[in-house]
Antibody, heavy 119, light 110 residues
Framework: QVQLVQSGAEVMKPGASVRVSCKASGYTFNGYNIHWVRQAPGQGLEYMGWINANSGGPTYAQKFQGRVAMTRDTSISTAYMELTSLRSDDTAVYFC????????????WGQGTLVTVSS | QSALTQPPSASGSPGQSVTISCTGTSSDVGGYNYVSWYQQHPGKAPKLMIYEVSKRPSGVPDRFSGSKSGNTASLTVSGLQAEDEADYYCSSYAGNIIYVFGTGTKVTVL
């Protein structure tokens, strides 16, 4: 069965960087884009960007450009999202999600990774 | 890119219908037939309920339906059940291979 399993919770200091991983199983990794979405405590979903799992080419939402990097390692079917220069308002649950080709719908999601930014 | 606008809350009694709106612009909702809807229960990951405006993934009950008119998309839940109580988010392709989410609607089953 399709699964996206994310890395565990992180507590980071302001100014630090965090990398969240998303390991895929149960399907051909290269055939689906991986998107990243975050949700601050008690808030709505916020779109961060996506990576073409086949080519490795990323696309970032304007808000995060310059501060986020999305990569993947096809040999271990894993996508990564690194966010730098962390601030307290980056405290959120970060989700990865899979998109079947040309549907613009995210059909499988990771369980979420809580990143807490606190001094 | 601004978030799509949804009503903060909606409610209905069991068996009734509830409709949630999602208003964007001609650059997102109105410009593409790539509107999706997600259901999220507390502490859980979102679940895809509708994609490409009105298509249902396998396993989603046909009580859930989607539509679009101009810059506004809608999700209708018919025959409300207790388990439908959740937060619902719309999402739209917004051009330049970027997406945007709605502000979210809390659905309460009375």
């Amino acid at each position: 069965q399709v699964q996206l399993v994310q890395s565990g919770a992180e507590v980071m200091k302001p100014g630090a960087s965090v990398r969240v991983s998303c390991k895929a199983s149960g399907y051909t990794f290269n055939g689906y884009n991986i998107h990243w979405v975050r949700q601050a405590p008690g808030q709505g979903l916020e779109y961060m960007g996506w990576i073409n799992a086949n080519s490795g080419g990323p696309t970032y939402a304007q808000k995060f450009q310059g501060r986020v990097a999305m990569t993947r390692d096809t040999s271990i079917s894993t996508a990564y999202m690194e966010l730098t220069s962390l601030r307290s308002d980056d405290t959120a649950v970060y989700f990865c999600a899979r998109e079947p080709p040309a549907t613009a719908g995210f059909d499988y999601w990771g369980q979420g990774t809580l990143v807490t930014v606190s001094s | 890119q601004s978030a799509l606008t949804q009503p903060p809350s909606a409610s209905g009694s069991p068996g009734q219908s509830v409709t949630i709106s999602c208003t964007g612009t001609s650059s997102d909702v109105g410009g593409y037939n790539y509107v999706s809807w997600y259901q999220q229960h507390p502490g859980k990951a979102p679940k895809l309920m509708i994609y490409e405006v009105s298509k249902r993934p396998s396993g989603v009950p046909d009580r859930f339906s989607g539509s679009k008119s101009g810059n506004t998309a809608s999700l209708t839940v018919s025959g409300l059940q207790a388990e439908d109580e959740a937060d619902y988010y719309c999402s739209s392709y917004a051009g330049n291979i970027i997406y945007v989410f709605g502000t979210g609607t809390k659905v309460t089953v009375l």
